[in-house]
């Protein structure tokens, strides 16, 4: 039997404390959905309690010392949500 298809899919990240354009916005969370469903798929999916959907999850803080790509900032975006997941289990 083949295993179930698996996909992220995030609707909104909210971002507190940056002054970014909704448009950046939305590429950040692009980039973190796609960084996540590839550390999962790696990592292994996390066994979501009652349901294989999750209506939120509150991930630690990011402190940003220093100037940073839009796209390094999402993988540790990414990492910090994966880590999140994996204590949920």
Excluded: C, Y
Aim: aromatic share 4%; glycine share 6%; hydrophobic share 35%.
């Amino acid at each position: 039997m083949n295993d179930p298809v698996r996909i992220v899919e995030i609707d909104r990240l909210r971002l507190t404390g940056l002054e970014i354009t909704p448009k950046r916005a939305e590429r950040i969370r692009e980039l973190v959905e796609a960084e996540l469903q590839h550390l999962l798929e790696q990592g292994g999916w996390p066994e979501v309690p009652g349901s294989s959907e999750l209506s939120r999850l509150d991930a630690p803080t990011m402190h940003l010392d220093r100037p940073h790509s839009d796209s390094n900032f999402a993988d540790g975006l990414a990492r910090s949500i994966f880590q999140t997941l994996r204590s949920v289990e």
